[in-house]
Antibody
Framework: QIRLVQSGPEVRKPGASVKVSCKASGYTFSSYGICWVRQAPGQGPEWMGWISTDSGDRKYAQKVQGRVTLTRETSTSTAFMELRSLRFDDTAVYYC???????????WGQGTLVTVSS | EIVLTQSPGTLSLSPGDRATLSCRASQTVTSDYLAWYQQKPGQPPRLLIYNAAYRATGIPDRFSGSGSGTHFTLTITRLEPEDFAVYYCHQYGNSPPETFGQGTKVEIK
């Protein structure tokens, strides 16, 4: 059974950083990329980026490029998303997803609520 | 960046009705790499359709996807009570970035 289990909710002040983890199980971690998607309250999903769990190559959305870093730790089958210089409008649920090439995202993490509040 | 525009914003229907949801892209979606998802409150999106027309594993055949290029449609032939939710389209053919639509809410009339 494929599972993606994310770290718990976080509260940060503006200007701070947050790092969310996503631990995969039930499949060969290095065979599929991991994508990160966030969803602000009442809004549609927003794609943030992709990391190849094999090579470590990454692609980022321009909107967050420069503030986000995706990494992975193959020994523990875990992917990470770090977002820096947090702003109020970064408040959202952050999801990781297993993203096969040229297919939809069939496996998602449960989501991590990140709240940016002063 | 491809902008996906979904219509209508809200669809008010009764169980047993047919639902037709539209997703229009601002540019051609490469190889029709477009997916549809269903989302209920407090849950991640659930993949229904990928590559415009292929049902994901375990998805009932009342869900179907069609279209190509810049216009795509999700059809639910007979709405069941559990189908009332928000639906999103997602293009993954032109990346970065991949993009999602703003959603269509299917609500009980």
């Amino acid at each position: 059974q494929i599972r993606l289990v994310q770290s718990g909710p976080e509260v940060r002040k503006p200007g701070a950083s947050v790092k969310v983890s996503c631990k995969a199980s039930g499949y060969t971690f290095s065979s599929y990329g991991i994508c990160w998607v966030r969803q602000a309250p009442g809004q549609g999903p927003e794609w943030m980026g992709w990391i190849s769990t094999d090579s470590g190559d990454r692609k980022y959305a321009q909107k967050v490029q420069g503030r986000v870093t995706l990494t992975r730790e193959t020994s523990t089958s875990t992917a990470f998303m770090e977002l820096r210089s947090l702003r109020f409008d970064d408040t959202a649920v952050y999801y990781c997803a297993r993203c096969p090439l040229y297919s939809g995202y069939i496996n998602w993490g449960q989501g991590t609520l990140v709240t940016v509040s002063s | 960046e491809i902008v996906l525009t979904q219509s209508p914003g809200t669809l008010s229907l009764s169980p047993g009705d047919r639902a037709t949801l539209s997703c229009r892209a601002s540019q051609t979606v490469t190889s029709d790499y477009l997916a549809w998802y269903q989302q209920k409150p407090g849950q991640p999106p659930r993949l229904l359709i990928y590559n415009a027309a292929y049902r994901a594993t375990g998805i009932p055949d009342r869900f179907s996807g069609s279209g190509s290029g810049t216009h795509f449609t999700l059809t639910i032939t007979r709405l069941e009570p559990e189908d009332f939710a928000v639906y999103y389209c997602h293009q993954y053919g032109n990346s970065p970035p991949e993009t999602f639509g703003q959603g269509t809410k299917v609500e009980i009339k």
